[in-house]
């Protein structure tokens, strides 16, 4: 079993509409989340973190956080086509290393 | 503020040369983290340097080597080059504490020849 699990895609989602983008994790003591956004060519840009169950927006982002069920997700609302890349969940186990899923690649069609 | 600086960007290199990857993190930021990016395998996480001792290290072989200075740029150093060392090569630092987001510097692109 992969230590962070995403769907590779591609997710398609129309201008407008909400992306939902999933993440499950293996290590049980897992205490730090993290979002980054790849653009084709580029280097990851993080976008959101969080270390608590529940919600945490920011601006048209929103990570969510389920600890018991080892899943942490990104809802971006009002797709645009600048948000076409490739989602990458992160993890922190606490023993200074960040481990990283393969990513999901977003595709907002115009 | 400055962000995460690696060089050089590109670098090709002959199988059984070695290679020196620089990064210099984010003005006080003490960790740095290394990480090879393949399009098979992803990001895979290589070491972590904090206060320079490498507290972490990824199943990597031994060729892989790194080393974090007392102004907290790092370098990491791969020997014998192999075809299969092509990638981009990212660092990341933070703060170290608990803080742990990271931001990565632009990568080196590595081409093994």
């Known amino acids: 079993q992969k230590e962070v699990e995403q769907n590779s895609g591609p997710l398609s989602v129309p201008e407008g509409a909400i992306a939902s983008l999933n993440c499950t994790y293996s290590d049980r003591v897992s205490q730090s989340f993290f979002w980054y956004r790849q653009y084709s060519g580029k280097s990851p840009e993080l976008i959101m973190s969080?270390?608590?169950?529940g919600d945490k927006e920011d601006g048209r982002f929103t990570a969510q956080l389920n600890k018991a069920s080892q899943y942490v997700s990104l809802l971006i609302r009002d797709s645009q086509p600048s948000d076409s890349a490739t989602y990458l969940c992160?993890?922190?186990?606490?023993?200074?290393?960040?481990?990283f899923g393969a990513g999901t690649r977003l595709f907002v069609k115009a | 503020k400055a962000g995460v600086t690696q060089t050089p960007r590109y670098l090709i290199k002959t199988r059984g040369q070695q290679v020196t990857l620089s990064c210099s993190p984010i003005s006080g930021h003490r960790s740095v983290s290394w990480y090879q990016q393949t399009p098979g395998q992803g990001l895979q996480f290589l070491f972590e340097y904090f206060s320079e001792t490498q507290r972490n290290k990824g199943n990597f072989p031994g060729r892989f080597s790194g080393r974090q200075f007392s102004n907290s740029r790092s370098e990491m150093n791969v020997s014998t080059l192999e075809l299969g060392d092509s990638a981009l090569y990212l660092c990341?630092?933070?703060?170290?504490?608990?803080?742990?987001?990271?931001?990565f510097g632009q990568g080196t692109r590595l081409t093994v020849v």
């Open positions: 990341a630092s933070s703060f170290g504490g608990e803080n742990t987001e990271a931001f």
């Open positions: 969080i270390y608590s169950n």
């Open positions: 992160a993890v922190n186990t606490g023993g200074f290393k960040t481990i």
